[in-house]
């Protein structure tokens, strides 16, 4: 069936480091693949996306590629701040029946310290 | 994009009474979705609301325990009935658009502790 793995966390990571969160998946098709991030205390938001093989998102100094060879859509952040520490969420939507279902990853915990 | 608000934003119940979520979007969406979150875990989904149809539960999951209501476009109820503590979790609304869109918005969550 259709799955998504992530890395293992907590990420510890120093301010301005480069962060990189490993995703796989795999699925029947072609899904769409998303980051999702959750600040402590809060529900989710999307932080980027991409529907097609190729296609990078970004968002807020955050990127992904969308790699059907590696099925993998890793992210990476070029100088992280501690305002980004928070939960990552990779997460694909395969169709079910009518619709596609969101499956999510187990999420990576990222802390950022000064 | 539209905003989405739960009530109540986190409570601490008894065992063996029921909690009723409240979800809220301030725009007409077309699919709803209630997720829980156990501690320190991921998303698994409950179950999925449209309006003007019975909800659609997940394997696991079982309307007498969790009974949800989508009376109109913008508002879902999800009911955690005769709670014990395994039911401690976050839980969390979540809408589309419309079917053929993909991505999904998520509310803030409700925060359940039951003792």
């Known amino acids: 069936g259709n799955s998504v793995t992530q890395m293992e966390g907590p990420v510890t990571l120093s301010e301005e480091a480069f962060l990189t969160i490993n995703c796989t998946y795999t699925?029947?098709?072609?899904?769409?693949l998303f980051w999702y991030v959750q600040y402590p205390g809060e529900g989710l938001q999307l932080l980027l996306k991409a529907t097609k093989a190729d296609d990078k998102g970004s968002n807020k100094g955050f990127e992904a590629t969308y790699r059907k060879e590696t099925t993998s859509f890793h992210l990476e952040k070029g100088s992280v701040q501690v305002s980004d520490s928070a939960v990552y969420f990779c997460?694909?939507?395969?169709?079910?029946?009518?619709?596609?279902?969101?499956?999510f990853g187990p999420g990576t915990s990222l802390s950022v310290i000064p | 994009s539209a905003v989405i608000s739960q009530k109540p934003s986190r409570d601490i119940c008894q065992r063996g009474t029921s909690l009723t979520i409240q979800c809220q979007v301030d725009s007409q969406v077309t699919m709803m979705f209630w997720y829980r979150q156990q501690p320190g875990q991921s998303l698994t989904l409950i179950a999925t609301?449209?309006?003007?149809?019975?909800?659609?539960?997940e394997s696991g999951f079982v309307i007498d325990k969790f009974p949800i209501s989508r009376p109109n476009l913008t508002f879902s109820t999800l009911t955690v009935s005769n709670m014990s503590p395994e039911d401690s979790s976050i839980y969390l609304c979540?809408?589309?658009?419309?079917?053929?869109?993909?991505?999904?918005?998520f509310g803030p969550g409700t925060r359940l502790t039951v003792l």
């Open positions: 997460a694909l939507s395969a169709r079910k029946t009518s619709y596609d279902k969101v499956i």
């Open positions: 609301a449209n309006q003007g149809s019975e909800a659609t539960y």
């Open positions: 979540s809408f589309r658009r419309t079917a053929s869109t993909d991505t999904q918005y």
């Open positions: 699925a029947t098709g072609y899904p769409s």
